[in-house]
T-cell receptor, first 112, second 113 residues
């Protein structure tokens, strides 16, 4: 069982609200990732970080932003949620020099 | 276009049978991994095969990689109801994509008791 946590697990929120999805890992991994996954579909990388103060956009364009102030914490923020943001968001991490990723349980977001 | 494509999209078998899933990709890779996802949960890493390897085993799992055909297969032998899940292949591309994975569409496996 991987030591990577996401909160909340489920979130139902109205259009226009600001939300932050939390992701924390206790494994000391330098690399962290955010993926977006619609039901029954593949994962799309939206953000990644190779260490503190390092953030990059992924392959899928996203209106969300991320920060990496501490090694263990990689929150994702949506300034103004829209129904098109409804999806599952998965956080993952990996060690420096390794390619295997460890995933959190995900946050299911529903924007009304 | 997607880097990884999997087939079949869905597979339904009886307990005890073998399950085979295939993954094809388009560009050169450093390695290929298989992950499992139980309904609505995060992914769990199953096995990694490097581009210079052709076959790898882990318990009831057997993975093959054919870089000339840009394809991989995952075989689960003697399947169990608990193997019911979605299975994804993920490739780490060559070059400057170090550490970034591209996932396939996944195969939904249902194992009936």
């Amino acid at each position: 069982e991987a030591d990577i946590y996401q909160t909340p697990r489920y979130l139902v929120i109205g259009t226009g609200k600001k939300i932050t999805l939390e992701c924390s890992q206790t494994m000391g991994h330098d690399k962290m990732y955010w993926y977006q996954q619609d039901p029954g579909m593949e994962l799309h990388l939206i953000h990644y970080s190779y260490g503190v103060n390092s953030t990059e956009k992924g392959d899928l364009s996203s209106e969300s932003t991320v920060s990496r102030i501490r090694t263990e914490h990689f929150p994702l923020t949506l300034e103004s949620a829209r129904p098109s943001h409804t999806s599952q968001y998965l956080c993952a991490s990996s060690k420096q020099g390794a390619v295997t990723q460890y995933f959190g349980p995900g946050t299911r977001l529903l924007v009304l | 276009s997607q880097q990884g494509e999997e087939d079949p999209q869905a597979l339904s078998i009886q307990e005890g049978e073998n399950a085979t899933m295939n993954c094809s990709y388009k560009t050169s890779i450093n390695n290929l991994q298989w992950y499992r996802q139980n309904s609505g949960r995060g992914l769990v890493h199953l096995i990694l095969i490097r581009s210079n390897e052709r076959e790898k085993h882990s318990g009831r799992l057997r993975v093959t990689l054919d870089t000339s055909k840009k394809s991989s297969s995952l075989l689960i032998t003697a399947s169990r109801a608990a193997d019911t899940a979605s299975y994804f292949c993920a490739t780490e591309l060559g070059g400057t994509s170090y550490g970034k994975l591209t996932f396939g569409q996944g195969t939904i496996l249902t194992v009936h008791p």
